[in-house]
């Protein structure tokens, strides 16, 4: 198993272009989560709807209508499950994301947070 598959999150909340955006608000509160994939029946990646994109429907005053599709960024960065988890850090600190998806055969398979990297340098003191 390379370290990018063993650390990341396989437990991903994800919602489809046709969610009501409102759902998706509500999931990204009630998850605790900065951000919800969009992905197509079979698993492919389609975007990603962040707390940016929500605060960014405060901001222009418009109300919250539509679905994940009229509000996700479709510009996402992912990775691969066999990609360097030094590579996923670099991306991370170098863009300022908090989160990337990670992919297998282009279908979403998890999610690596800065969290989650965080826990991974732990490991070793913990230890």
Do not use: W
């Amino acid at each position: 198993m390379h370290e990018t598959e063993s650390i990341m999150s396989t437990d991903i909340v994800s919602v489809t272009a046709d969610t009501p955006i409102t759902e998706v608000v509500r999931l990204l509160a009630d998850h605790d989560i900065t951000g919800v994939p969009v992905v197509d029946e079979t698993g492919h990646l389609l975007g990603i709807v962040s707390e940016k994109d929500v605060l960014g429907l405060i901001a222009s005053k418009e109300s919250a209508s539509g679905t994940a599709r009229d509000h996700m960024t479709t510009d996402v960065v992912a990775f691969d499950q066999d990609d360097d988890v030094i590579a996923i850090c670099e991306c991370l600190v170098n863009n300022h994301f908090r989160r990337v998806p990670i992919l297998k055969d282009g279908k979403l398979v998890g999610i690596l947070s800065r969290r989650d990297l965080i826990r991974y340098i732990l490991e070793p003191i913990d230890a």
